[in-house]
T-cell receptor, first 109, second 116 residues
Framework: QKEVEQNSGPLSVPEGAIASLNCTYS??????FFWYRQYSGKSPELIMF????GDKEDGRFTAQLNKASQYVSLLIRDSQPSDSATYLC?????????FGQGTELSVKP | GAVVSQHPSWVICKSGTSVKIECRSL??????MFWYRQFPKQSLMLMAT?????????EQGVEKDKFLINHASLTLSTLTVTSAHPEDSSFYIC????????????FGPGTRLTVL
């Protein structure tokens, strides 16, 4: 079992729709979780992080965490073509970020 | 967000030469920095943790004699790829955590290395 698994994608949604990105992790000791966006050929950009069970909203983005299920997700509301990128989930394991393989999102105009 | 810079942004070198990549945290101090490598269509792979004032810690399978890391100050870490070969061609990215309750990690823009 991989340490961090994300829905494989590519995920295609129409402009204005909600994009749902999912991630499961194996290390129950992880306390904080980060979502990064990576455009092709660029380095990852921090979108948001979450550390408590429940939802955390930041603009069009909502992160959801369920530690009992070892599950974290990212919802993007009102998706825009500029949101088209690969989204990386990364639990923090003792200060190290362990990355999933990423989910490629394509938002069609 | 915090700013992390890398230099150079890209480099092309001949096989057998050494290449040094710098990573700087511009607006915060970082006692720890991380070095990643990313091959096309793959996720980031953590290579090593750079520690200011002490030796770097390498992930399993990463050759410490090939990838030399020096954390010279609280704002600078360098990665030197020694005797580079074509299979070392990759996208090298550093990150630095901003000390605080959540230690958010910010990434540099990356260095694309091509070894001929």
């Amino acid at each position: 079992q991989k340490e961090v698994e994300q829905n494989s994608g590519p995920l295609s949604v129409p402009e204005g729709a909600i994009a749902s990105l999912n991630c499961t992790y194996s290390d129950r000791g992880s306390q904080s979780f980060f979502w990064y966006r990576q455009y092709s050929g660029k380095s990852p950009e921090l979108i948001m992080f979450i550390y408590s069970n429940g939802d955390k909203e930041d603009g069009r983005f909502t992160a959801q965490l369920n530690k009992a299920s070892q599950y974290v997700s990212l919802l993007i509301r009102d998706s825009q073509p500029s949101d088209s990128a690969t989204y990386l989930c990364a639990p923090n394991q003792g200060g190290k970020l362990i990355f999933g393989q990423g989910t490629e999102l394509s938002v069609k105009p | 967000g915090a700013v992390v810079s890398q230099h150079p942004s890209w480099v092309i070198c001949k096989s057998g030469t050494s290449v040094k990549i710098e990573c700087r945290s511009l607006d915060f101090q970082a006692t720890t920095m991380f070095w990643y490598r990313q091959f096309p269509k793959q996720s980031l792979m953590l290579m090593a943790t750079s520690n200011e004032g002490s030796k770097a810690t390498y992930e399993q399978g990463v050759e410490k004699d090939k990838f030399l890391i020096n954390h010279a100050s609280l704002t600078l870490s360098t990665l030197t790829v020694t005797s580079a070969h074509p299979e070392d061609s990759s996208f090298y990215i550093c990150s630095a955590p901003r000390l605080g309750p959540y230690n958010e990690q910010f990434f540099g823009p990356g260095t694309r290395l091509t070894v001929l």
